[in-house]
């Protein structure tokens, strides 16, 4: 187990490549929901348990049901039908984590449930299947990997709440309340995280 | 929305300016930074959620009377999907180049939001001209936000257009970082609000006049 390029997986993940930041990936819900503290967190720890799991499950399926050579050799090479095979494992297992955590445990279904229906097709779920799909990484390494991108999901998330918290009480020209200045303080954030560019030569 | 009463030219004009995805909606936002960073890739980009909305709107309308309703979900998604793999594997095969670049974005058009709303909001109970216009509109509208994006983004970052230099000297490498794009979208939004500000504001004072006029 290369543990060495498992961190570094993660550091850049979350770091150089954050998802947010650098990617422009899930800025929907990013925008959405940043404005109190108490849901980034809420968000954040679903967002990195359905990334790592979706990652597993994708994983699997993408290594032995579709590439070539999967199941047995000679197994034809079924990757074009990734987008679709993908967007499907993710919905069916956020429909399915929603029943059962409704059942299991009511009271973290209630309160965590609200983001699962948000997040069921949202690009950044979908993009970590498809960059391990892409770069061809092990098990271990998509892992790794999702846990890095949900890590620097949940770090950008908490960052801009705390910010927009104060932001509401800021005066700011009518033009540029709401979002376009949090898009604005999105890209000064962004000015920052330049800075661990080349922190990792990966 | 009594889309029904509208002409066709109307649901064009409608999803390029009054409920343009990028500025008066702000959803589907994630590309719009990504792939600004040059004119040619916002153009293509552009040109993909063209062909995706328009082709899904279409689809949709034709086999809107053949879906059960409970099921809509997931056969909307498929459709989705199944286009942009399409455009996917075009771009891959034809554009080489450019799908290095943006080949990752090009695929997660399947997540955009615009996209399903319009299958669940028009196309699934409108007839197939009206439903092929509206997705004519809001793709063409995306495309305009795109060009805008990438118009200002690449000329300040770069000094040029479309690889083309056209202003010599030191360009402002901000813009193509991805810093500023967040910058460039703000800005721009903030601006689209100020003229609609300003446009509401005309029109009260209109109505104002006419109504102490008569």
Known sequence: ?202 | MAHTHKSNWELIKNGMFSENTIFRMAISLCPSIAVTNSLKNGFFMGVSVIFVQTMVNLTVSLIRNFINPKIRIPIFMMVIAGYVSLIDMSMAAFARPIYKQIGLYIQLIVAFASIFARAEVFAVKNKIIPSVADGLGMGIGFFLAMIIISFFRELLGKGALWGFPIVSGNPLLIMILPAGGFFAVGLLMGFFNWVDAKLAERKAAQETTEKLAA
């Open chain 1, 1 to 202: 187990m290369d543990f060495n390029k498992l961190f570094q997986l993660i550091v850049a993940a979350s770091l150089i490549n954050n998802f947010v930041f650098t990617r422009f990936l899930g800025l929907c819900i990013f925008f959405g929901v940043s404005k109190k503290m108490e849901t980034s967190v809420g968000m954040s720890i679903t967002f990195t348990a359905v990334m790592v799991i979706s990652a597993a499950l994708s994983w699997v399926v993408f290594t032995f049901l579709m590439r070539e050579n999967g199941l047995y050799p000679g197994y034809p090479d079924l990757t074009f039908l990734k987008i679709i095979v993908f967007i499907g494992i993710i919905a069916a297992f956020v429909q399915s984590a929603d029943t059962i955590m409704k059942k299991v445990s009511p009271a973290l279904y209630y309160k965590l449930g609200i983001y699962l229906a948000l997040i069921t097709t949202n690009c950044i779920i979908l993009a970590v299947p498809l960059i391990n799909a892409g770069e061809g990484y092990t098990f271990l390494e998509s892992m790794a990997f999702g846990v890095g991108s949900g890590l620097g999901f949940a770090l950008a998330l908490v960052i801009m709440a705390s910010i927009r918290e104060k932001l509401e009480l800021a005066d700011i020209p009518a033009p540029f309340k709401g979002l376009p200045i949090s898009f604005i303080v999105a890209g000064l954030i962004a000015l920052a995280f330049t800075g661990f560019s080349g922190l990792i030569t990966l």
